[in-house]
């Protein structure tokens, strides 16, 4: 079954500090990895995305992502920290061998970046 | 680009009383999602569409809950009768293709309150 393990409920960094927030996974066959970021009272947003090639990935906002396989890991990047990115991640995967677009979702880290 | 259409934002109803959530997905977008936000279970899935054909409701809770989706351009949640263990956020979202490589693109919900 597909699961995915976001270990911190809460990351606090200092803005202008690189920030990092972890995401395992669990999946049969190839994975596909995404971040979204959920600002208060609204709906998710699309960050980033790793389905084959280069294992560093960059996307919105100054993010990236570096997946690594063998310790079945996408976490999630920034060197530079804005108060403006503390939000709600939502790190999620798919199933290559499923071939179906269900995503499962981890439980959500809240990143607090304090000036 | 109009993004995920969700309506309505915000419902307070009673318990007993139908509530039907609405969704507008991507114009060209053939996958719709229908997911589940709260404390407690974070973001769950509830039934998911391709080409306006139901392919798992796996996720729907019990039998108060239905979904629709009669055309490629509007779909229908319904809960009746409510309770209040419904209260959550509703969303939906949308994706270009069928399989997991796809990015769905999610509304920005329906805060529903069963009183």
């Known amino acids: 079954a597909q699961s995915v393990a976001q270990p911190e409920d809460q990351v606090n960094v200092a803005e202008g500090n690189p920030l990092t927030v972890k995401c395992t996974y669990s999946?049969?066959?190839?994975?596909?990895l995404f971040w979204y970021v959920q600002y208060p009272n609204r709906g998710l947003q699309f960050l980033l995305k790793?389905?084959?090639?280069?294992?560093l990935v960059k996307g919105s906002y100054g993010f990236e992502a570096e997946f690594n396989k063998s310790q079945t890991s996408f976490h999630l990047k920034k060197p530079s920290a804005l108060v403006s990115d503390s939000a709600l991640y939502f790190c999620?995967?798919?199933?290559?061998?499923?071939?179906?677009?269900?995503?499962?979702f981890g439980q959500g880290t809240t990143l607090q970046v304090k000036p | 680009d109009a993004g995920v259409i969700q309506s309505p934002r915000h419902e307070v109803t009673e318990m007993g009383q139908e509530v039907t959530l609405r969704c507008k997905p991507i114009?060209?977008?053939?996958?719709l999602f229908w997911y589940r936000q709260t404390m407690m279970r974070g973001l769950e899935l509830l039934i998911y569409?391709?080409?306006?054909?139901?392919?798992?409701d796996s996720g729907m809770p019990e039998d108060r809950f239905s979904a629709k989706m009669p055309n490629a351009s509007f779909s229908t949640l319904k809960i009746q009768p409510s309770e209040p263990r419904d209260s959550a956020v509703y969303f939906c979202?949308?994706?270009?293709?069928?399989?997991?490589?796809?990015?769905?693109?999610f509304g920005p919900g329906t805060r529903l309150t069963v009183l």
């Open positions: 979202a949308s994706s270009l293709a069928w399989g997991g490589r796809d990015t769905q693109y």
């Open positions: 999946v049969s066959g190839n994975p596909y």
């Open positions: 790793y389905i084959t090639g280069d294992n």
């Open positions: 999620a995967v798919s199933s290559g061998s499923s071939n179906t677009g269900k995503l499962i």
């Open positions: 114009s060209g977008h053939n996958s």
């Open positions: 569409f391709n080409n306006n054909v139901p392919i798992d």
